[in-house]
């Protein structure tokens, strides 16, 4: 490619940050749920690039076309593939998307096409913007709006912004992303601000792992949660880790006496059909992934970005451990704790409107 960047370029990145600041200087965007993706056009050559700078072309061939078709000759983007499905982005179409059939990953993208929404300028004929501030890039990339891809919404109001973190959340989107006006694009660099929906929910430990590299026994890799759907029925939920090395050698102790070999929600003829368990194959994993059983008794509150997976749904992201929670009956933890956020149209996100749906 004779573009005055090439692949791989490693995207700029984000650090978390608890809250919106209420002072200005900052470019607000969406955060939008998907996978991220650079795109490098030289006439009739085009690469999707992932954010661990691997090519995304055989799992988005629709995208290949389209974007060929439509960008300038000569450009770099940097910006978020996603997939929508029912109104709203759906993170598990997407997945579905990285695939080994090539036929499979073919029809998915008849069925379900992706959409690529992009969020900065990084290039543009013989010309790099990495050490134009943001303001100037995102001015470039509203120039180029008559292009068939979706430019992201963006915002110097703070309370704009907060008001787009509650909101937009009901189409699926997962927060809001800060740039500093005055700042380049630093490839590898956490320069920008990602504000993220956390909540707490008290789940069901009903499983471990062995922390990976230890013996069996001696330290906790990760803790399984369960959460009861309407008809009391424990489903695999996801898991809690990141533990200090003394925590997860502690913990090992801790929970030795909850090791059960006896009869478990989530084993042999107790298994409920379309009830979620761990260790299943998936395409991913041919086989099982080792867990232990440990007896349902105890309740941990954790924190949680959001969920996916429709019903019974599940944690998107590992979550946090909290704190044990003595006080709760494991037989309460269910579902209805989830929050829901209200139903937002997708299509007014894209367009930068407000407009909540039904």
């Known amino acids: 490619m004779a573009l005055p960047l090439t692949p791989p370029v490693t995207p700029m990145l984000a650090k978390a940050v608890a809250s919106i600041p209420g002072s200005g200087g900052l470019l607000f965007e969406p955060k939008w749920d998907g996978y991220r993706c650079l795109v490098f056009r030289d006439g009739d050559e085009l690469t999707l690039q992932s954010r661990s700078g691997k090519p995304l072309n055989r799992y988005f061939p629709e995208m290949v076309v389209s974007l060929t ?10 910006g978020e593939l996603v997939v929508a499905r029912d109104g709203r982005l759906d993170f598990d179409a997407l997945s579905e998307r990285v695939h080994p059939a090539e036929s499979r990953v073919r029809l998915l993208a ?3 096409p992706a959409s690529f929404v992009a969020f900065d300028l990084l290039a543009l004929g013989d010309d790099s913007f990495l050490d134009e501030p943001t303001a100037s890039r995102r001015d470039r990339l509203i120039a180029l709006a008559s292009a068939d891809v979706h430019i992201t919404p963006a915002t110097t109001d ?3 912004a907060k008001h787009w973190f509650t909101l937009f959340e009901g189409a699926g989107l997962d927060g809001v992303i800060g740039k500093p006006l ?12 990602k504000y993220k929906h956390s909540r707490t929910a008290d789940c069901v430990l009903a499983g471990l792992r062995w922390h990976v590299g230890g013996a069996p026994g001696e330290a906790v890799g990760s803790l399984l949660l369960g959460l009861h759907d309407e008809a009391g029925v424990l489903h695999h939920v996801g898991v809690v880790g990141s533990f200090p090395a003394a925590r997860r050698r502690a913990l090992a102790t801790e929970l030795a006496p909850l090791i059960t070999g006896g009869r478990h929600p989530w084993l042999g003829e107790s298994v409920r059909e379309e009830q979620r368990v761990p260790g299943a194959p998936t395409r991913w994993r041919a086989g ?4 232990i ?3 349902p008794e105890r309740v941990v509150e954790v924190a949680y970005e959001h969920t996916e997976g429709g019903h019974p749904a599940r944690f998107r992201h590992t979550a946090r451990f909290g704190r044990w929670r003595p006080d709760r009956d494991p037989d309460s933890c269910g579902y ?3 929050e829901e956020p209200a139903r937002y149209d997708l299509d007014a996100v894209f367009r930068g409107e407000v407009r909540r749906t039904r």
């Open 182 to 193: 005055d700042a380049g694009y630093s490839p590898g660099k956490r320069i920008m601000f």
């Open 158 to 160: 703070p309370e704009t």
């Open 69 to 78: 078709s439509t960008l300038p000759d000569r450009i770099v983007l940097d």
């Open 336 to 338: 209805a704790q989830l």
């Open 110 to 112: 008849e069925q379900i």
């Open 293 to 295: 059983p440990l007896r």
């Open 288 to 291: 099982e992934h080792a867990w």
